[in-house]
Structures are given as C-alpha cells and as structure tokens.
C-alpha cells in the first residue's frame, strides 16, 4: 500500500501538537479578555436614571462636595444615597418648575423614594466598605474615576478581584492624603521625582505608614472581603 | 488462563449483545453520555446564575415589594429610642438652655469658656442693642428672660449662649471643613452669603457679619442648622449635632476674622492662604 501522506506531514504533525498549545493558550486568552471587557464587567456603559441628573453640574460647575450628597461615605459601608429632601435643599427654590424635576417633586409630595438604577453592584459574596477606604486615603476618584467630568454615571472600574487586588497589593500605588480623597483632580506631585509614578509611590509609602494600613498579607487574606 | 480469559470477552460480548437488544442505547453508552453531559455542563456560562451574587436578603437601599412606599428600609416607629441615642443632654443637642440649667452651667462650664476666649468674647461682647440686657459680662445668663420664652417663665427654653463643650483648634479645622461642605455652598466660603447657589437663583442669606448675626447666640445657629429658617432648609440630617457645633465655632472664627485689627494678627499669619483643606472650589473667597 502506497503512502498516503508524504514524509514531511510528520513535520507538521508535530509542529500541529506543538501549534495546539499555541491555539489553547489563545482561546484562554481570548476568554479572559471577554471577561474583562466592558461588555461582561458593565464598566464605561452610563446608566440611564431616571431624573437626568449630572454630576458634571453640580460637582463640577457648583463645586459641591461629595459629602454634601453622600453624607454617610466617611462612616458608613455605603456611601449613602441622598434622599429626595436633599434634592429640594435648593431645588425648593432652583428649577422648581422645571418638567426634567418632575419626578423628584413628586417624591417629594408622595414621600415615596426615587427608584435610581444602580450603577455600582458588586456582588453580595464582597464585603466592602467605604468608611475604612476613605479615612485611610483611597480617593473617590481612585475608583470612580473623575465623576464631575460625567452627565450620566457610569461605572469606572472593572469591579472584578483582580481589579481589587491590584491596590490592595500594593496601596502605596494610590493612597494619597486625606485631606485631597475627595479632590476628584488630585495627583501626587514631588518636584524631586521623576514623574508622576515615582511621586505617588515616593508619597503612597509614606502615608501607608502614617495612615497604619494593615499589612499586605492581611489586606490580602481571603476573609478580609470575602467574610 | 486462556479459558478465563476466552470466558470474559464471551461474557463482555453477551453483556453487549444484550444491551444492544434489550436496554436503550444511551444507558448503554452511559461513560459517553455523561462525559458529553460534563462538557455541556462546563460550557454553560456560569453568568447565567447569579444566586451568589445576588442572594435573596436587603441590602442598603433595595426594593421590597412588601411595603407600599417600595423600601425595604423602615423608618422607626414614633417614639422609639434607639440604644445610645436618648438625647438627655439639653444644651447639647438643642442648642437651648431652660433658665435654671443656663444659670447652673454659666459658672460649671468656666472652665470651657477659658480655652476658648475668642470665640465667648465674640459671643456675649456684642450684643445687639437693647434687646440683650447683659446682666453680668461674659455670662450666659446675660441673655436671660429677654427674648422670645419672655419673663416670668421659668422653665422657657433660651438660645444657649455657649457650647457645649471645649473649642479646640482641633474642633476648628473640623468645623471649617464640615463649613466648606455644608454652609459654603450658599452662605460663601467667607460667611457672606455668596455662595455658587446663591449665584443659580437661591435666594440670598444674611451675612454672618451682619450685626444682628455676629450678637446672635450659638444656640441660635445651632437651631437654624437643626429645623431650618426662611428659605433654609433644616440640615439635621445631613449634618451630626457634634459637627453642627463645630461649624457653629468656625462661623464665630469666620465673624472674628472680618472684625480682627491687622496689628492683632502674628506677622507669620498674614498673607498666608487659608485653603478649604483642598476641597472642591465651591464660594467665592474673599480675603
């Protein structure tokens, strides 16, 4: 019987075991960007609400603080949504004719809340809390990204573990002081550092030390969020 | 051995030719189906379940369908005290004294007025004219049975004219802070009433450096804070009792810093930018 094949598909058989690899470790690679992406985290998609409110408006053009909304960020797991007398603290008196703030007004006469959809949701296995981020320095913007720079909100980070992990590895990558975490444009600056990265973690060290943050292994240990 | 061995395969052949004709395919073939089953099971994307994710309990803020206004947070039954929260202390989370309790803690709290000469000078030094009979100096009781609760009414709840505690520059900078946050919005960065919201259409308050405000007694912003006046809306949520006080010391600071002599001031301070501790630029600073 004839040969089928000529010699050198041995070659390529071989080489096709050795190119199998190649293709797996592609298709791995492919899977975990798909579960990176924005499409399966819900990252940079905005969020329709239902009153168009725009934080690029009042924190950016009115310079209110974060704070003046999110009362309870600084004590509290949740960073607290206002409720709808927050809203009329001025609109009482600004826009309180405007049809776009309907909704809010009748909130406001119904007492019954306005249904926001949620932008952030990590899944409820996580325990997260804002208070210990805030008092120890992780800014909003860290992980929210420029907020007053956005009419509709969306979410800026993946909210995935890796994501997590990533600051809690290494904090002094992002920890800056206090006083500037709810400073949305805040960034480190040394004029004896090289660039920007030299002088947030020349920084971040620093106050990962003054701020007591726990070490490593801990901010690392499984029951830390998953309790 | 040969024999067992023949008598196995017959045996394996009759279990197939068994199968073939008496049991379905499927159970036949079962190590086939259920590796087949596996991978299915594997391929199914695992998003498609969320049980973990989202488990069947209330966290902050979700919906119920149990109540009629669609919350699941429930706000306290009328009178309930929560542990921790039964607000004995009058002055403090008041802001008002009865009269017997303004006379008792003019002279307990002397030491409180010590640390913070400044800001009981700026309160009881300037009162507005004729209507605080300043009986005794630097005396809380000075504002006694001269506004609204009127003589003769001994228990009438007055403005409380001092804090409730100590003001530390620690309570200060606290103050400015919660200020900047709360206050500046309307009320200016510097107490003038000129803040951004102002400047959108909110109707404008009075400036703290007007007279009537800088003899006005702590326990009087202390109740604007808490139900609100005119056009302000009240802030007690928004805003802790502790921190409300603190605010009220850095309008005192703001109120002096307007009045103060430049001689008064340390040459080191002069010129020396008071930044809002890096907040957001929201009134307008004047210096």
């Excluded at chain 2, 030094?125 to 009986?135: A, C, D, K, L």
């Amino acid at each position: 019987m004839p040969q089928i094949f000529h010699r050198s598909t041995n070659t390529l058989a071989k080489l096709s075991i050795f190119g199998g690899l190649f293709i797996l470790a592609f298709a791995a690679w492919c899977l975990a960007e798909i579960n990176r992406s924005s499409w399966n985290t819900g990252a940079f998609v905005e969020r329709e609400q239902p009153v168009q409110f725009s934080h690029k408006h009042h924190v950016g053009d009115d310079g209110i603080d974060c704070r003046y909304c999110h009362t309870s960020v600084e004590t509290s797991a949740w960073a607290g949504m206002p409720p709808t007398k927050t809203c009329m603290n001025c609109h009482a008196q600004i826009w309180n004719d405007s049809p776009y703030l309907e909704i809010v007004r009748t909130s406001w006469r119904t007492n019954k809340p306005i249904e926001w959809t949620r932008v952030h949701d990590l899944p409820d296995y996580v325990y997260f809390n804002h208070s210990i981020h805030v008092n120890k320095g992780v800014g909003c913007s860290t992980c929210h990204g420029r907020v007053d720079q956005m009419p509709i909100v969306y979410q800026y980070a993946s909210l995935q573990m890796e994501w997590c992990l990533q600051c809690h590895r290494d904090p002094a990558r992002y920890l800056r002081p206090r006083d500037q975490v709810f400073n949305m444009a805040w960034q480190a600056e040394n004029a004896a550092a090289e660039n920007k990265t030299e002088a947030q973690l020349a920084q971040g060290r620093q106050l990962f030390n003054a701020y007591h943050v726990r070490h490593k292994a801990i901010l690392q240990s499984c029951s830390t969020c998953h309790r | 051995m040969w024999n067992i061995e023949k008598s196995r395969r017959q045996k394996a052949v009759g279990r197939k030719q068994k199968a073939e004709s008496g049991r379905p395919l499927w159970l036949a073939r079962r190590p086939v189906v259920i590796c087949l089953l596996l991978t299915a099971f594997c391929l199914l994307p695992s998003a498609c379940r969320q049980d973990m994710q989202d488990q069947p309990r209330y966290n902050a803020y979700r919906a119920s369908t149990t109540f009629s206004d669609g919350a699941s947070a429930r706000p306290l039954v009328e009178g309930t005290i929560p542990r921790g929260w039964l607000r004995e202390d009058e002055l403090y989370y008041t802001g008002k004294m009865s009269g017997a309790q303004a006379r008792a803690q003019a002279g307990a709290t002397s030491t409180a007025q010590a640390t913070t000469p400044n800001m009981q000078g700026n309160t009881s030094s300037q009162p507005s004219g004729g209507s605080v009979t300043n009986v005794s100096g630097n005396n809380a009781g000075g504002n006694l049975g001269t506004q609204q609760g009127g003589p003769g009414n001994a228990a009438a709840q007055q403005d409380a004219t001092m804090f409730p505690f100590p003001i530390t520059q620690d309570v200060l900078t606290r103050g400015q802070q919660r200020y900047n946050i709360y206050c500046s919005m309307c009320h200016g960065m510097t107490g003038y009433g000129d803040g951004m919201i102002v400047r959108r259409g909110f109707r404008r308050p009075p400036s703290y450096h007007d007279e009537r405000l800088r003899a006005a007694p702590v326990g009087h912003f202390f109740d604007v804070i808490t139900n609100g006046w005119g056009a302000m809306p009240d802030y007690a949520a928004q805003i802790p009792v502790q921190d409300r006080w603190a605010i009220i010391a850095y309008v005192r600071a703001l109120q002096l810093s307007q009045q103060v002599n430049k001689s008064e001031v340390p040459p080191e301070k002069l010129n020396q930018p008071q930044g809002g501790g890096g907040q957001t630029e929201g009134g307008g600073e004047r210096h």
